[in-house]
């Protein structure tokens, strides 16, 4: 060999070194660049109904179970990990019911159930997960190699008329609380509730309760909330608002999911919209007449499948629905349906008024993304689509956190 070619291939040498480098330190596809990407930023879901799982005795949470399984549920502490998820929101949810004294104190009950099951998770499984009530406790969290567990409230119904009782869950963790659900209450009007066909807003009890949510340092959440409902908790708030699980009407117009006109009042106000994981406020389905009237024959049999507290009547409900889905397949929004609505969110209001409220174990019905071990596929369609690392990490909850301090400090002051 030449003096020359020698002289040559050492002066490619600290070439061929960086480029050694760089490929080591370059993700080699789209699922390792979003794993990476997951492990610098903190993610969460606001919304979940898996906390009345966490009261069945043949289930476990620190379990993994098989998602193709009935009654696998769609989160699980090993399946959280697998999906690339740090913190979610357990929701205690309350059906409605009778606005009596009664109803209260049986919502009341049922709420608490809910609030201890997430403290008892907790307990029991403190080596994978710990309960946090604010953005740092999360982070410290992280930085540990935990799970994080809030706590929220889905239906102000549990408050009754008692607004002593926002304090006391306040007390027991809970950091948020959806003000309605899918009726009428006595905090708010319904968007899925028009029995009674005019929209009466929020009452005066409820900008009572906003303004004790605002006084605590308690997220106002008005997903379920009717459009008047939503702009007037717009405008009796002190603090921004959150919408823990909605979508895009734009989108997909649904009752359930917000406006153009409503998404830029949010972002006005300093709040956020999480987007809901559930197939029917993703993409409208096309009509099946057959499958219409056999889910409309088991409703009026057993009434919402959410508001059944009898296990075993519940279980023989999900059993028909089962049956249903089999014979009546329905075409399942696909993640690239999803994130069709995060685009559209930037569009009309920028990149920092949106985030993830998944629903799980209240909905799903995603291609790709049918429980929490597929969310890491969330952040592949926002690498493919061309999202900085940064308009990721606020979309997966820069952007929730923000409102949660801002709200948190507010209340301070």
């Known amino acids: 060999m030449t003096h020359r070619r020698i002289s040559v291939l050492l002066s490619l040498v600290p070439v061929l070194i960086l480029f050694a480098c760089h490929v080591a330190k370059t993700p080699p596809n789209v699922e390792a660049k979003a794993r990476e990407l997951h492990k610098k ?77 997430v403290h008892k998770m907790t307990e029991e499984y403190s080596s994978t997960i710990g309960l946090a009530v604010d953005p740092a406790g999360a982070w ?108 895009a009407r734009a989108v997909c117009d649904n009752p359930r999911n917000l406006t153009d006109d409503q998404l830029r009042a949010l972002a006005k106000n300093g709040g956020v919209i999480q987007i809901c994981f559930l197939g029917a406020y993703v993409k409208t389905p096309p009509v099946i007449p057959e499958r219409e009237q056999a889910i409309k024959e088991m409703e009026a049999k057993y009434g919402s499948l959410r508001d059944l507290r009898d296990e075993s009547l519940r279980q023989k409900a999900m059993a028909e629905r089962d049956a249903i889905n089999q014979k009546y397949p329905q075409a399942q929004p696909t993640v690239k349906d999803l994130v069709d609505h995060i685009d559209h969110v930037k569009k009309v209001v920028g990149i920092d008024y949106v985030g993830i409220g998944t629903d799980f174990d209240g909905g799903g019905g995603i291609a790709g993304c049918d429980d929490v071990s597929g969310m890491i596929h969330v952040t592949e369609e926002l690498i493919r689509r061309g999202y900085t690392d940064g308009e990721i990490a606020k979309i997966w909850g820069g952007n929730f956190f923000r409102v949660f301090d801002k709200v948190i400090a507010l209340a301070e002051k």
């Open 140 to 247: 410290r969290l992280k930085k540990e190699g935990k799970l994080t567990a809030f706590i929220g409230m889905e239906n102000g119904y549990p408050i009754g008329r008692d607004l002593s009782l926002v304090k006391f869950f306040y007390d027991k963790g809970v950091r948020y609380i959806t003000l309605c659900h899918t009726s009428d209450n006595d905090i708010c009007d319904s968007s899925t509730d028009r029995r009674n066909p005019e929209d009466k807003g929020l009452s005066d009890f409820g900008r009572q309760v906003v303004a004790e949510c605002n006084r605590l340092g308690m997220l106002v959440d008005i997903s379920h909330a009717s459009d008047k409902s939503f702009f007037d908790v717009l405008a009796a708030s002190k603090a921004p608002i959150i919408a823990s699980h909605s979508s």
């Open 41 to 117: 930023i903190l993610t969460v879901d606001t919304h979940c109904d898996t906390a009345f799982s966490l009261l069945r005795t043949d289930w476990k949470i620190g379990d993994r179970h098989d998602p193709a399984q009935r009654n696998s549920g769609k989160i699980d502490l090993p399946r959280m990990k697998e999906g690339g998820l740090d913190a979610e929101f357990f929701a205690a949810f309350v059906g409605q019911g009778p606005l009596t004294v009664e109803g209260y104190a049986r919502a009341k009950d049922n709420a608490l159930r809910a609030v201890e099951a």
